[in-house]
């Protein structure tokens, strides 16, 4: 199970991510980061835990939408309750582990260019 105050986010090099106006913000909050000296930026088709992401923004957007949430302290909740759901469902975390061997058969027959992850 993940506990969502043990939570390290990842960058991935864009170039909002790699601001040093948003990197210094992440550090003022006190939110734990790899920063993109930390994590390749160069390979999202082998990175599952850039589908992860997707599938949390997802859920917590669409969450945020359906109680018409703006609030920190409410989004912060919702994060928590998305993170929970997404530690019980074992099919999608699976998933996602196990297809490391697809990713890479992709980017080889891809040499190296874009795939469908």
């Not at 040093?20 to 390749?40: C, G, H, R, V, Y």
């Not at 975390?93 to 697809?102: A, G, H, N």
Request: glycine share 4%; aromatic share 4%.
């Amino acid at each position: 199970m993940v506990d969502p105050e043990s939570v390290v986010f990842l960058h991935d090099r864009a170039p909002c991510m790699s601001a040093l106006a948003t990197q210094a913000l992440l550090k003022e909050s006190n939110i734990d980061f790899l920063d993109n000296t930390m994590w390749p930026g160069n390979s999202p088709d082998l990175n599952p835990t850039e589908n992860l992401g997707a599938c949390i923004k997802e859920r917590v957007e669409r969450r945020m939408l359906a109680d018409k949430t703006e609030s920190l302290r409410d989004m912060k909740e919702i994060f928590k309750s998305v993170i929970a759901d997404i530690n019980n469902d074992t099919t999608m975390l699976q998933t996602l582990l196990t297809s490391m061997r697809t990713r890479l058969d992709a980017v080889i027959l891809a040499e190296g260019g874009p795939t469908r992850y």
